[in-house]
């Protein structure tokens, strides 16, 4: 006979270790599955109740399922409770056994016993599968207008979970939810307020996820639905509920803290906020009930707390007026001055939510008024009010609350308090831990990028933040220094390598990110050092590094001058190499000393004796042996630059010169040494906005799949024709690289300007090297040498020293071009290469001129005559039809086509939600207009109209290659969302 419940509760409190525990456990298992197996009813409330116990513990339970559903099923109320709560307990929605539960469900519906059909409910509102809930629905419905109020709560409950697990059923309960509002039971109503709230998020994601069937899954759509409609027209009735809880008198059944049902005005707030997004005239009604909210809430008990936090989630949300969004940032002040880090906790997030916010809605609508764009009646302004004790909190002891206190600091940064604020913000970056050093320096550097009042101010800030944080901070960090002490003037330059050769002097060598750019600024501007420097920074400045310290020791009202002596070139050198030497030095470091180290040769070449130089040279070379084959590389690079500025020659393993310019002398010439002292001048201004948007560009190039897909996708939207490949662009296109294709050479590029050849016009875009170097450094590049014209075959030997014979020149579509002619190479001598700003010589002239004009054989290579429309198979998928109308707009132009996709539906209902994307090779450029309409009718009605969508593409290759396009479809039939890929090629050779 197994144990009662509370001897099996005493058994296991006596057990003094787990396996005593395991072993009363096992042994009550074994004596319930008997039981189970001998069908023995009178147990059977038992032995449930005892497996709710083992649930609990964390045992195993399944083998007691069933024995839940003949509970359920029984007549009993007694078992009837046992077997609900076991049910809920010891199942899941994804069980299947759970459908056998169905029928007793619907029969204990509709007893006459409400605590049965309590039960019932509450199993429906925990467990309800979506085939439970379509089932059950309507009987659930029946309790919604029951005359007792506990069934009318405990069905709102039900329903919210069948209308969550299927959302198409929204609509068709919409009008009994409002009829609920009016109940007098406040049971009922926070029920009911709750069930509208699940209907609206419901509905919501049901449009924008799923389509909504005759919905495009627009947010717009939401807005417009029918079930929002009809809970805007209770916004008043909300409002008339908000307020008479606010002026209730005391009630000891709803009185918590001395608030009336907190709970019930949590949950209309809620709503409310639902309601009053995008809705004018709604969040109008509810801006003086938000008010009063706002202003007659207690806040000494964490009710009243709970309810005005609901309240500025409401006013941030809604439509409301700059006065009730000041109202709520003062409340959010409030909260920061709380005890209670909870409270604190989510004043700070809110309020970095509400600045988030107004700076997208300033760059949606436009700037307010001030120098800023703000006004002082805006939230943005009331929070600046709080900056103090934001600032405040990066103090506190607990972790969380100085992150979201450093999170909210970044957004509230401006130009008039970046310099107090990022002050703040280098103070706690001495303070906070490791981990989060590294993001607060990218973040500075945005903020320092951003809101620099002037270039002194910006340099200084990363200066001394390298002197915190060198060794956590990202490289980027340092690159950004680097560029932005070049982009200065020389008095900037002086001051900064001054500072920096003190920091580095001062540093213990652990700071990495200081010793980057401190070395690197050393060997830049090492000639700096050598002249004495002082400024006098303005009065209302100086609260950075030396600066602050020597402000706060001199009177308020005499400006601090801030002065560094001229340094010697030993005192220079003897500073790097003591960082060099020591033993914790990186090795990225020692490379950039060495790299400094031969600038500063060059540097003091007029100004430090000959001891100091020697010694400059013997730094270098002591590396020539390291294990590094970095720093052995360089050491001997190095060094034969240095020999070559002193006119010495420098000999290889084999006995030859490396520069290979001596003919056999041991001295360089004049030609090597000036390209010596070129490569170590000072290296040229960093146009770091160039380099960014030249990532950015490479980075969109990446997303819309050129690095990945030879293919460059169209859009809906108007995009602008993309240039022709020219060489080197089209590295993914296999036939152009193997010589398949057979075009012509493209043209040299310099600067981004096409190099003219005499006999054609070619435009190429600036693709190549030397044109990117060019446009980095902001400094002319060398003219790049004309390509050689490749032969008929496309193939090209780089050993072969004969000349390849002559092109054929394409054929021009155009009509109104002049006539091409014939190009023959000119004579080698000593090189393949052909001079590109050479004149054809005497005898090349005539050849030039009697040259014939080759004539094709095909019609179809030049374009030949083409019919005026021609009709091309897209594709056909799951009752949608494409098909493309292809014509030719120009008739000078053949190289240019016109396709109207139409868009055929076979089936017996509309299409919703379409979507067609086209992809193209990058032979060719396209231009992509939107639909005339996202909902295909059915074809062949007497009153639908075709749905078409222009497509204009330029077939640079034509009568070489021909037109392919990619498709994907997607588009919504019949409530199913369906996509679809497809590739196009059935356009007729050299046509298209």
């Known amino acids: 006979m197994s144990l009662k419940l509370r001897d099996l509760i005493r058994q296991v409190r006596a057990c003094k270790t787990a396996a005593e525990e395991r072993a009363v456990i096992a042994k009550e298992s074994a004596m319930i599955r008997t039981a189970i197996r001998e069908e023995q009813e009178h147990y059977r409330h038992r032995n449930v109740a005892k497996l709710l116990f083992m649930h609990m513990l964390g045992y195993p339970t399944h083998f007691g399922q069933l024995e839940c559903m003949k509970l359920v099923a029984s007549p009993h109320f007694p078992e009837k409770r046992i077997g609900y709560l076991g049910m809920m307990l010891l199942l899941s929605e994804q069980q299947e056994v759970l459908m056998l539960a169905t029928n007793s469900l619907k029969n204990d519906l509709n007893s006459s016993n409400k605590f049965i059909s309590g039960l019932a409910l509450a199993a429906i509102g925990n467990l309800a599968t979506p085939d439970m809930s379509r089932d059950l629905a309507p009987e659930v419905d029946k309790h919604l207008s029951n005359s007792n109020p506990y069934l009318r709560k405990k069905a709102c409950l039900a329903m919210a979970r069948c209308l969550r697990k299927c959302p ?35 509905d919501r994601e049901y449009i924008l996820e799923e389509g909504g069937g005759q919905y495009d899954g627009d947010e717009d759509a939401y807005y417009e639905s029918p079930t929002r409609t009809a809970f805007l027209k209770l916004v008043p009735s909300l409002v008339k509920l908000l307020r008479n809880l606010l002026s209730m ?26 309601l009053g997004a995008n809705d004018v005239k709604a ?15 207690e806040t000494s008990k964490n009710a009243g707390n709970a309810i005005l936090y609901e309240c500025v989630q409401t006013i941030m949300a809604v439509e409301s007026d700059d006065g009730l969004r000041v109202l709520a ?26 600045i988030a916010d107004g700076a997208h809605a300033a760059r949606s609508g436009g700037g307010g008024g001030g120098e800023n764009g703000e006004d002082d009646n805006t939230a943005a302004s009331a929070l600046q009010r709080h900056r103090t004790t934001v600032v405040d909190c990066l103090k506190d002891p607990d972790i969380s609350i100085r992150q979201r206190a450093l999170e909210l600091i970044y957004h509230l940064v401006n130009q008039e308090n970046v310099e107090a604020l990022t002050a703040e913000l280098l103070n706690y970056l001495v303070l906070c831990p490791r981990d989060h050093r590294g993001d607060i320096c990218s973040r500075v550097l945005k903020v320092v990028d951003k809101f620099s009042p002037e270039d002194r101010w910006r340099v200084d800030t990363l200066i001394t933040m390298l002197t915190i944080a060198g060794r956590e ?13 070049s982009q200065s003037s020389e008095d900037l330059r002086a001051y900064a390598v001054h500072k920096l050769l003190k920091a580095i002097r001062d540093d213990d060598g652990s700071q990495q990110g200081l010793l980057n750019v401190g070395i690197w600024s050393i060997g830049e501007y090492g000639d700096l050092l050598l002249k004495p420097y002082s400024y006098t920074p303005p009065s209302s400045g100086g609260n950075l590094s030396e600066v602050a310290e020597l402000s706060a020791m001199a009177p308020e009202s005499t400006p601090v001058t801030v002065s560094f002596m001229e340094l010697e070139p030993a005192s220079v050198v003897e500073i790097v190499e003591e960082v060099m030497n ?31 130089l020697e010694k400059i040279q013997n730094l270098v070379k002591k590396y020539e042996g390291s294990s590094s084959l970095e720093l052995q590389l360089r050491s001997c690079e190095y060094g034969a630059l240095i020999n070559a500025i002193k006119g010495l020659s420098v000999k290889g393993g084999d006995g030859d010169d490396i520069f290979g310019a001596n003919q056999g002398s041991e001295s360089v010439s004049d030609t090597v040494k000036t390209a010596a002292k070129e490569a170590l001048a000072r290296m040229p201004v960093v146009d770091i906005k160039l380099i960014q948007r030249k990532r950015a560009e490479r980075a969109d190039a990446f997303m819309e799949g050129d690095a990945m897909d030879p293919f460059d996708t169209g859009s809906n939207d108007d995009a602008t024709p993309a240039p022709t490949s020219s060489g080197g662009g089209d590295l993914l296109d296999l036939n152009d690289i193997f010589g398949g294709g057979g075009t012509a050479a493209p043209a040299a590029t310099q600067n981004g300007n096409a190099l003219k050849a005499p006999s054609a016009k070619i435009e190429a875009t600036p693709n190549n090297d030397v044109d990117l170097l060019a446009d980095i450094f902001s400094a002319p590049a060398a003219p790049a040498p004309a390509p050689v014209a490749t032969p008929a075959a496309g193939g090209f030997d780089i050993f072969g020293g004969g000349q390849p014979a002559a092109p054929t020149p394409a054929i021009q579509n155009n009509l109104f071009a002049p006539q091409p002619v014939a190009v023959n190479p000119a004579p080698s001598v000593g090189s393949s290469l052909v001079d590109p700003f050479a004149a054809p010589t005497p005898s090349q002239q005539p050849q030039q001129a009697s040259a014939p004009i080759p004539i094709p054989s095909s019609p179809a290579a030049v374009g030949g005559p083409i019919p005026s429309s021609t009709t091309v198979q897209g594709f056909s998928h799951q009752g949608l039809a494409v098909e493309f109308e292809c014509t030719k707009p120009d008739t000078w132009n053949k190289q240019n086509s016109l396709l109207v996709a139409k868009f055929i539906n076979t089936t017996d209902a509309p299409l919703y939600g379409l979507h067609l994307q086209v992809a193209v090779p990058k032979y060719v450029t396209m231009e992509m207009k939107p639909p005339t309409s996202t909902t295909v009718p059915v074809t062949g009605g007497s009153s639908t109209k075709q749905v078409t969508q222009t497509i204009s593409v330029t077939n640079t290759m034509l009568g070489t290659k021909n037109l392919m396009l990619k498709l994907k479809a997607s588009f919504t039939s019949k409530g199913t969302k369906v996509e679809h890929l497809a590739t196009c090629s059935g356009f007729p050779a050299g046509q298209y």
């Open 473 to 485: 901070c990202e490289s980027s960090v340092q690159s950004a220094t680097v560029v932005y002490i």
């Open 283 to 297: 969040s109008e009604e509810m801006n003086d009930v938000l008010a009063q909210v706002a202003t007659n809430t």
């Open 582 to 612: 020591r033993h914790t030095c990186p090795l990225e470091v020692k490379q950039r000393a060495l790299t400094c180290f031969t600038k500063l040769r060059e540097r003091f070449e007029n100004s430090a004796d000959a001891a100091t």
């Open 329 to 354: 940032v003062n409340i959010l002040g409030r909260f920061l001055l709380n005890r209670d880090n909870n409270i604190r906790y989510v004043a700070l997030n809110t309020l970095a939510k509400c």
């Open 249 to 274: 008198g005391y009630s000891p059944d709803h009185d918590v803290g001395g608030i009336s049902d907190p709970f019930l005005q949590v949950q209309i707030l809620t709503l409310l906020r639902l």
């Open 168 to 202: 198409d059923m929204v609509e068709d309960f919409v009008e009994r939810v409002v009829g609920l509002l009016n109940d007098r039971s406040h049971g009922v109503l926070i029920t009911v307020v709750q069930l509208m709230t699940q209907v609206l998020v419901i």
